[in-house]
């Protein structure tokens, strides 16, 4: 149960933005998609933030309407953490439980390739769970 395994069935892709945008722009992206962050790359693909609804939140809580004009490299969250394929889904609950995120963007070669919510671990998880009470299941009606 690994990352590259939640990736191959919900795809790569990723929504991202610029770190010279403005904030006001960044939000009509987060509620177009209905989506909890936007990863803020640069022209190459290399992770340069995060921009969640939390700092959303906080920005506005502290500036108000003013906020909405900055670059969003002023209110996105810089030091991401990330995963990579290789990692299990134990390991990035882990990660996401003790940074208190909802957000890890994947990344390979140095590049942004994907990114993994806690919905997709979540999701995972479930059906893990469900395949592995079926096959108890069937071992206990063999047997």
Known sequence: ??????????????????????????????????????????????????????DVVRVLADQGAAALEQPVRAVMTPKVNICNESHTVNEIMEIMTNGRFRHLPVEKDGRLDGIVSIGDVVKRRIEDVEREAEEIRAYIATA
């Not at 990736?7 to 933005?17: S, W």
């Not at 987060?30 to 992770?47: F, Q, Y």
Request: hydrophobic fraction near 45%; charged fraction near 30%.
């Open 1 to 54: 149960m690994t990352v590259k395994s939640i990736l191959e069935a919900k795809g790569h892709d990723v929504f991202t933005y610029g770190p010279n945008e403005k904030l006001a722009d960044a939000i009509k992206l987060l509620a177009e998609h209905r989506i909890g962050a936007l990863v803020i790359t640069n022209g190459d693909r290399k992770i340069v933030g995060i921009l969640s609804e939390r």
